[in-house]
């Protein structure tokens, strides 16, 4: 998401183009709750607070947020992820449904049982259907 709202070359233009396609509802873009938190400080540091939370509202409405309860911190915290945010994206995305994960940082992924993607490559899997 940082790479979309951020317009972060080189990686815009492929997290655009699955951005579109969450517009279009061809997909179902989720995001966690902790995601706009983070999303929120790292863009408020680049631009105005206020131009941060319209890229927020906007991409918002393209999106569905899951849950994040106390089972999915409790699970995060109990978790072998060496990064405590990681595990509450992956076990929120578990709790929600999800098919898979698309991030740059597959790498932190390695124990998912969803299938983990990078934009590009979620891309190609596209194309190849």
């Known amino acids: 998401m940082l790479d979309l709202l951020g317009e972060r070359k080189p990686f815009y233009e492929s ?3 699955i ?4 517009e279009k509802e061809v997909l179902t873009l989720v995001v966690s709750p902790i995601s706009y938190a983070t999303l929120n400080y790292f863009l408020s540091k680049f631009e105005n607070s ?3 939370r319209e890229k927020l509202r906007k991409f918002n409405v393209i999106s569905e947020i899951c ?3 106390a089972q999915t911190i409790e ?4 978790s072998s992820f060496k990064d405590f945010e990681d595990a509450l994206q ?5 709790e929600s449904g999800c098919e898979l994960i698309i991030t740059r940082n597959g790498k932190d992924f390695k124990k998912s049982l969803l299938p983990v993607m990078s934009p590009d ?3 190609n899997s596209l194309v190849k259907k």
Do not use: R, V
């Not at 951005?19 to 969450?22: E, F, K, Q, R």
């Not at 699970?75 to 109990?78: A, I, Q, R, T």
């Open 75 to 78: 699970k995060g915290l109990n």
């Open 19 to 22: 951005a579109s396609l969450g």
């Open 67 to 69: 849950s994040l309860d």
């Open 121 to 123: 490559e979620f891309l």
């Open 50 to 52: 206020k131009k941060a």
């Open 15 to 17: 997290i655009a183009k």
């Open 90 to 94: 992956y076990f929120s995305a578990i």
